[in-house]
């Protein structure tokens, strides 16, 4: 293959979304006296993501970055939930709790093994300030960060694979989009990228829901980023 | 200072354009027949980069990058030189030596140390994937990439400026610009962000014609990035 750059889908795929939302809603509750089912609460604030991004993808909305659809959702969610609306700092520091999301343990230590041979980029929802903040946080180690922001496209149109490999100089066939969903790796594939599928089984709780087998012909299937690293040849 | 990210200009103050420009058209030049004074080339080729770019600013040219406008200057120079039209894989050779621009001796080392307590992103007027191919090459650890193609904005335009800082969810004053030329800083300092000047007394070659004296009040003036982190406080 002649894969010069990795490109990432980064919630579920690179960061535990669901675990760490939880936990900082359960701080913030617990600092500011609201109970609920938090990890219900995550659910529901990712639930609200797709139909807020098929707004700006198909319903005519003008661009907005995703911390813009973040603020609406949770205040969707926080409503639905039985409490009064948010104050601007707790709202403000609640969005940017998807700023500050944890990586799956082998996501560093993978991403700096493929870094050594191929240019390791997220291609992901999030806008610029959101994935800078969390890999600073994180450790992760991207060599640019494009995606959504980038392409001013959101997953899973055409142009957010195409406008990312362009930006870095590469033909969609330099690319291979790394994810565990397989929507998103239909879509790349569609537009001639590469595909690997790193399933993630816990994205979506203990109760399953996340996608844990290929529905498609991917060029690679690995159970973690150490794993794909392993099948690429990096030492 | 409420500092939180360092952005840097990226040719002369992160990397020794001249000298790279040079001993590659030296390698090319040799190794295909043609003779020339190259470090005269070199600078002609960069005497155009900047009338390029107000096509650009100023004159109602639709947006183009960096790479584009370095192959119609390359042909502009070329022709200067006296010499017959080059083969694109010839000319896209060498339009791509500016992302195989070396580092100065500090840059590197400088970087990585103020990475520790900041964001360090470039904000150059060289495209995504120039500034992506050429951090690969050289080691330039950079967080994420900014600059003329995210902000659509050619320097010192504000919008390259304000842009790039939007990006990254921080306000102008928490940014600071750091650059071996006196006019982006005074086009920073015009929308808010801090300032740093790093002269590179050999930008120009041995001949001098760099800026060397401040022109403007800085908030920090040094003489290498290894003394700029110094100043910042970081070990």
């Given amino acids: 293959m002649d894969v010069e750059a990795l490109l990432f889908d980064v919630f579920g795929t690179v960061v535990d979304w ?3 939302i939880t936990s900082q809603m359960e701080v913030f509750g617990a600092e500011n006296g609201y109970e609920a089912d938090w990890a219900a609460f995550a659910d529901r604030w990712r639930a609200l993501y797709q139909p807020a991004m098929e707004q700006v993808r198909a319903e005519g909305r003008g661009w907005v970055i995703l911390d813009t659809l973040h603020g609406e959702n949770l205040d ?8 009064p609306p948010l104050e601007a700092g707790a ?24 870094k050594t041979k191929y240019i390791i980029a997220p291609v992901s929802n999030g806008n610029i300030a959101l994935i800078t903040n ?11 960060v494009l995606g959504a922001e980038v392409a001013r496209a959101y997953k899973p149109m055409p142009e957010a694979y195409l406008r990312s490999a362009a930006a870095i100089g590469r033909a969609p066939g330099q690319c291979m989009m790394v994810a565990a969903h397989n929507d998103d790796l239909h879509a790349a594939k569609a537009q001639g990228l590469k595909t690997a599928f790193v399933p993630r089984p816990l994205e979506m709780g203990p109760g399953g829901g996340a996608d ?9 299937v690995a159970d973690s980023f150490e794993t794909l690293a392993d099948q690429l040849g990096i030492a």
């Fill in 76 to 83: 969707k969610a926080w409503a639905e939930f039985g409490f």
């Fill in 212 to 220: 844990t087998e290929p529905t498609g012909d991917w060029d690679l």
């Fill in 18 to 20: 669901r675990t760490s």
């Fill in 91 to 114: 709202r403000d520091h609640l969005v940017r709790a998807w700023h500050r999301l944890d990586p799956w343990p082998d996501a560093v230590a993978g991403l700096t093994r493929l």
């Fill in 134 to 144: 969390m890999a600073k946080r994180a450790g992760l180690p991207w060599d640019v």
